[in-house]
């Protein structure tokens, strides 16, 4: 599962279905930062340059797959393993993701 977010546009889930990795692709720089953190907030509250909080209502809003009780076992069972690792807060609910800077569109 990946996010990718781009400056001045709507961050968008790509790979939804692959519930066994989760990361932030940002098309941009970390200079960027300032702005992408202001335009997501709400979707993506970032914790310095390396890691993001992706609202999980989010995740699950735009994943397609949210009224698929399959996926949804998937998406649980993702979210707990992230819990054991740290990765999850609960208020609000939010997973980690390490993010990637690729400064060009992906």
Same mark, same amino acid.
């Given at each position: 599962?990946?996010?990718?977010?781009?400056?001045?546009?709507?961050?968008?889930?790509?790979?939804?279905?692959?519930?066994?990795?989760?990361?932030?692709?940002?098309?941009?720089?970390?200079?960027?930062?300032?702005?992408?953190?202001?335009?997501?907030?709400?979707?993506?509250?970032?914790?310095?340059?390396?890691?993001?909080?992706?609202?999980?209502?989010?995740?699950?809003?735009?994943?397609?797959?949210?009224?698929?009780? *399959?996926?949804?076992?998937?998406?649980?069972?993702? *979210?707990?393993?992230?819990?054991?690792?740290?990765?999850?807060? *609960?208020?609000?609910?939010?997973?980690?993701?390490?993010?990637?800077?690729?400064?060009? *569109?992906?």
């Amino acid at each position: 599962m990946e996010v990718h977010v781009v400056p001045g546009q709507a961050p968008r889930l790509a790979e939804a279905d692959d519930l066994r990795r989760f990361s932030v692709i940002a098309a941009a720089g970390p200079e960027a930062l300032p702005l992408l953190a202001d335009a997501l907030r709400g979707v993506l509250d970032f914790d310095g340059a390396e890691h993001a909080w992706v609202s999980v209502d989010w995740l699950i809003e735009v994943s397609d797959h949210s009224d698929s009780a *399959t996926w949804r076992a998937g998406f649980d069972a993702m *979210t707990a393993y992230a819990a054991k690792q740290g990765w999850v807060r *609960t208020d609000p609910a939010a997973i980690r993701g390490h993010i990637v800077w690729k400064g060009g *569109t992906p």
